[in-house]
């Protein structure tokens, strides 16, 4: 055993904060309470259905994560959430369409004691949506408090002990790093001034950083990628991770391309496409904000692939990824691969994947995972890039002058590893010399 870390008990209520009430959030918020009812089971998420092996394979250790990691229980959730439009989480998940009407009636006042707060929002960084739910403000900074408002009386409202915000709000439009997220100083300087650099998802990752509240980034937008917001986060000791949940067709990606290469089999064209009918598909329609989710989506195959190290292999690979909005598809996208393949002395293959999906149901484990592992980083005094986290990201964030690990099996190693490290356990390297010496 090595020296366990000290973490705070999981003991209390913890507050689940959502930006956005729509298909993930719902999915997410409706799925817990179904769960907590023994109406369903937590298919697909990590905490609640996890083992973790410990020690060695001969010592036959292998508890629940949920047994072993001191993280919250289902129970202790309670939520909170922004949106533009006035809907309650009820009314929010029927026109979001992903949970039948059967289950969500018997959680119904559970769903509908849930109303979104006036949301911060600015139709420049979502262009394909508008609302009445919304704020007034003279500045963002002002904007900022009011969001800090909302979060100090939900607290004290709810008797929370802790907070975690995600933002599952719609993808913003491309934006790069600049000048005013340099540093803290200037990021309050922008805040001040109504700088157009700051969209509507720093406000609130601002007003939760600046009170310590670890926050999660469910979308593929600039949001706390910046080194201001980090440089916050390491003063108020709040946990960070994000970007963008790794669901559907890139899930598979990252499931397929690490496999493909370990057989150093080469690939010359990778082309993605799908049809998806929600709310997030509209949205993604407008160029800039599908700018955003390709810029996302496309980094994935050259990290895994490393080109530089493989140019026989992988250094013409052809990469398209298409978003198609199709309104009769609702949540349920369906994605096409064609994977162009090369094989021993040069021969052609081809891998067709067809991926019915349910977005929503893919994300919303995620969203579960990653708020119950945020809580336990604050508690564990983890503050700032929570690279373990990457697991659950599309582009997760990562140190400056590092290069993000994508390998959906080497980030769950990492990830267990973390879970290992902080209870004082070995570490599991694989190695496995021990059982033949
Ligand atoms: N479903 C998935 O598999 C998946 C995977 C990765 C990322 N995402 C991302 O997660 C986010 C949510 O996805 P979704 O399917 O729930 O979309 P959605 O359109 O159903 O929900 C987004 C909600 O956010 C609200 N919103 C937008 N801007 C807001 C603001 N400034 N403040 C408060 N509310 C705001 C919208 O009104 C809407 O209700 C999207 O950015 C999406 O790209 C989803």
Redesign the pocket.
Known sequence: MNNEIAIAPAEGRVGVLL?????????FIAGVHAVRRGLAKPIGSLTQMGTIRLGKRTDHRTPLIKDFSPIASLDQLVFGA????EDDCYQ?AKT?GVIDTAILDQIRPELEAIK?WP????RQ??KR?D?PNVKRGSTKRDLADQVADDITRFKREQRVDRLVMV??????IFMTEGPAHASLETLERALEANDVSIP??MV?AYAALKLGIPFAN????LTVDVPAMVELAAQTGAPVVGK?????QTLMKTIIAPGLKARLLGVTGWYSTNILG???G???DDPESFKT?EESKKSVLDYILQPELYPDLYENLCHVVRINYYPPRG?N?EGWDNIDLVGWLGYPMQLKVNFLCR??I??APIVLDVVLFMDLAKRANLAGIQEWLSFYF?SPMHAPGLYPEHDLFIQLMKLKNTLRYLQGEELITHLGREYYD
Do not use: H, M, Q
Not at 119 to 122: E, L, P, R, T
Not at 167 to 172: A, F, H, L, M, V
């Open positions: 930006v956005g009430l729509g298909a993930v959030s719902t999915t922004w949106d533009i439009f929010a979001a979104p949301a911060v929002f600015d960084y979502v949506l609302g933002w599952c709000g719609s993808t913003e509507s998802s609130y469910a979308a593929p937008n963008d949940l790794k669901t559907g929600n709310r997030d509209e949205v993604l989710k949540d996208k977005d929503s893919l994300a599309k």
